[in-house]
């Protein structure tokens, strides 16, 4: 099985969970997420969540991810030490979606991702 990749992008609002469109299985594939890949556009205490159909999976501060704002330095580097990738291994029967969310408070900030998942028929 060869790995697929799906991109997508969530402009925060204030004070609100804002969803991506995710992906699900259906009659035509059958889908395991392997990995979520993520980046946010900068820090805010804002919350990077995961959900399976309604059930909360994960619930990270953006704090723990990447970023290449400038936070003040001449050279801003990717870190070595946050979060770019998160190992999932989560398969999702038929008709089961898997989507991400950016819950903003006052300060809106953006998620950019990637959904590195199989099709397992």
Do not use: W
């Amino acid at each position: 099985m060869s790995k697929r990749y799906q991109a997508f992008t969530i402009s925060g609002v204030a004070n609100k969970q804002t969803f991506d469109a995710g992906i699900e299985s259906n009659q035509a594939e059958t889908k395991k997420l392997i990995a979520l890949l993520v980046h946010v556009s900068g820090y805010a205490a804002n919350f990077i969540q995961l959900y399976k159909g309604s059930e909360k999976i994960a619930d990270v501060y953006d704090y723990h991810f990447d970023t290449l704002a400038d936070l003040g330095a001449a050279n801003f580097p990717q870190s070595t030490g946050k979060l770019q990738r998160i190992d999932l291994e989560i398969d999702l029967p038929l008709g089961q979606r898997i989507k991400a969310c950016l819950e903003c408070g006052a300060t809106i900030k953006n998620l950019f991702g990637c959904y590195i998942y199989e099709v397992t028929d």
